[in-house]
């Protein structure tokens, strides 16, 4: 059977093909020259949910009213809008107001379509169940984009920022969205950009020195003795463990301060997708390509009180995400339980 660090490397292209599917949410937070009492657009992608909807799916009061977002960061006049809770949880809207049958068309040819029907106004998904709504045609993107076509305007809802909001859940906030391209709401998004600058620029996590979060003491009471002191290089932290043989080990903290609930969720879902490829394609017993499916997926997320999401890397390693911000754990040289611990013990310093 092909070892799992193999398996998950040889995966490695389609992580970065996935990651051309939408903007990074991991841009810096900075401030927009434009200021929040230019008038609103004709066409703002805020106007078009009402922000307790957007609360009902998230399960959480938003921190700030919706904003207009570009790269990930709010911006007077970005192009999308973002919904966001005290926890960085987010909700993104991209509309397409006009030319949406072309951008469905390119979309189209390089999205995963394992998720879509042709009927209208219906959309059969992977599991069997089906989705109604006022669409023409709608698909999923990647895990994590609910997309649908009215016309020649589209309405794309993002919930890749989340943790547990569902495909379902996404559906229904488009086909409101959809409701609403004609008479939309009075938001203006860009007059919420300022107020949700000074929120993420007073709440989100500091950036600190990696090595930080671990000690070389902390570091030894889990991996054992190391070869010398841990040494960081931009947001990664290398820790010498002591040679096993003739070969060196080191293990890496690589700390990511925004995005981490997107990449902990994208990431699991191309592994666990590519996971389930492989095993089915062995043609052996279900048994055994659900056993196969587990191992080579790395098996269920961690629960663990020190973050809210987690899941394993294209290379073998483990990451988790709380705040939005990852902590991800390399080394070929560290059992899955100490990659936990490690973990653990940095993101109680986050």
Known sequence: MMPRVVFLTSILSL??????????????????????????????????????????????????????????????????????????????????????????????????????????????????????????????????????????????????????????????????????????????????????????????????????????AEAEAIMGPLSGDPTSKGDTCTFPQAAAGNIGMQAELTVQWTGGFRDVREKTSLIQGAAKGFASSLQVSPNATKATEQVMAGGAPTANPAWEASGPTVAGGFSAAKKDVLIRIESLGLKQEQKEKVLAQAMSKI
């Open 15 to 216: 992580t970065l093909l996935a990651g051309c599917s939408h903007r990074s949410s991991s841009t810096p937070v900075v401030a927009t020259t434009k200021t929040a009492a230019e008038p609103p657009a004709e066409q703002d992608p805020c106007s078009l949910l009402d922000p307790k909807e957007v609360e009902g799916v998230l399960g959480a009061p938003l921190a700030t009213p919706p904003f207009h977002t570009q790269g990930g960061a709010p911006q007077a006049g970005g192009e999308n809008c973002t919904y966001e809770d005290a926890g960085f949880h987010t909700i993104v809207v991209e509309v397409s107001w006009s030319g949406g049958a072309m951008v469905w068309r390119m979309f189209g040819s390089v999205a995963s379509m394992t998720n879509q029907g042709p009927t209208k106004g219906m959309l059969h998904l992977a599991d069997g169940s089906e989705i109604a709504g006022e669409w023409d045609e709608a698909r999923v993107m990647t895990c994590c984009t609910f997309m649908a076509l009215r016309g020649d305007q589209t309405v794309s809802i993002d919930i890749g920022g989340t943790t547990s909001v569902t495909i379902p859940q996404a559906a229904k906030l488009a086909d409101a969205a959809l409701k609403r391209l004609d008479k939309p709401l009075s938001i203006d998004g860009t007059r919420a950009v300022e107020p949700a600058i000074a929120y993420e620029t007073a709440h989100r996590p500091k950036h600190v020195d990696p090595c930080t979060l671990l000690s070389r």
